[in-house]
């Protein structure tokens, strides 16, 4: 029976064997060579393809520290199908410490992108043509922006029954329903039948060590799912829980930030948030929940302009109390030991 090799930057890779790429991207302008940094791991029998990608917002770290813990782990022994780990897909982003590329383009927002178009085009075109186009599945991780963090959570469409699975699998307390936004990696891939989850979780430029242990946890629990790796997923939760509605809670006025809540709590309609000062102490506003729900992502910086969203709240259909108590067992079970 002839075996069928795939081909990733040019390079045959065959059942059992594990390859590291470096797939070429458009040079700097220094003449320099640019790569996208790429590990593949072919199980010996035939399955499912899914990749794992960090860093397409290149101020995004944490992914880059989940696929490093997960290269690392002795039991990662992939027995079928095809796991294809980028460690940075923007890797000009990641040099400089940015989000965007550098002709301040949002890759997240440039696919699929053309071998002809801009430079964030270009890319997102290698990893179609490279990476997506090879796989049945995807998980792309990130995490909050510049002063904002995110409660690990994983963000799908859970209208279609085998994504909302592979979330379920993923094992956070949060499952966002999601739409596909224009030009995004997610539309790139349902577009052509590739089904992604978009984990998110902590903060920009920072390691959250919660939220990576719960992306190495959360990847390997889809694996085992997909039958890759002979691993029963391992989460406290049976069930997590599904927000279909989520929404920014913005300050009212400019001021001073003295937060009353965070992440994963559960707060009521009107309830305060945060209050708003001037720097003589006088107090401006108060922000409030426009409608009872949990915290799933607030901005860390203690200053804000008039309309600064503040805090993330998602809505669900379950007890708001019963979810946050579950959201702290869920951290503390994650935190390391002391």
Request: hydrophobic share 40%; net charge neutral; proline share 5%.
């Amino acid at each position: 029976m002839k075996v069928t090799p795939i081909v990733l930057g040019g390079q045959e890779i065959y059942p059992g064997q594990t390859v590291r790429l470096n797939i070429p991207v458009a040079k700097l302008y220094t003449d320099d060579d640019m790569f996208m940094p790429i590990t593949v791991i072919r199980g010996r029998k035939p399955g499912p393809r899914i990749f794992v990608s960090a860093a397409v917002h290149g101020d995004e770290l944490n992914g880059i520290e989940i696929i490093r813990r997960l290269l690392r782990l002795k039991t990662l022994k992939i027995s079928n199908g095809t796991l294809i780990l980028v460690h940075i897909v923007n890797v000009y982003g990641v040099l400089n410490k940015s989000r965007y590329m550098p002709d301040r383009r949002d890759l997240n927002r440039s696919f699929p992108g053309s071998p002809k178009g801009s430079l964030a085009g270009r890319l997102a075109d290698t990893f179609v043509t490279e990476v997506l186009s090879q796989c049945d599945y995807g998980i792309d991780l990130h995490t909050g922006a510049m002063h904002r963090s995110n409660l690990p959570q994983v963000r799908a469409n859970l209208d279609d029954e085998e994504t909302k699975a592979l979330a379920t699998a993923f094992g956070v307390p949060v499952m966002l329903n999601s739409d596909l936004l224009d030009n995004s990696l997610r539309e790139a891939g349902a577009n052509i039948g590739v089904k992604i989850l978009l984990y998110e979780a902590g903060e920009a430029l920072r390691f959250d060590e919660v939220s990576i242990r719960a992306g190495v946890r959360g990847v390997l629990n889809v694996l085992g799912h997909l039958g890759i790796v002979k691993r029963k997923p391992k989460s406290f939760l049976k069930v997590p829980y599904i927000a279909n509605h989520s929404s920014w809670i913005r300050a009212n006025s400019s001021g001073i930030v003295r937060d009353l809540k965070h992440l994963g709590d559960h707060v009521l309609e009107g309830e305060i948030l945060a209050v708003l000062s001037s720097p003589f102490g006088e107090k401006l506003s108060s922000v409030t929940a426009s409608r009872s729900g949990v915290i799933i992502g607030k901005q860390n910086i203690p200053l804000a302009h008039e309309g600064d969203a503040l805090f993330h709240l998602a809505f669900f259909s379950s007890p708001d109390e019963v979810i946050s108590e579950d959201i702290e067992s869920f951290h503390d079970d994650l935190l390391p030991l002391t």
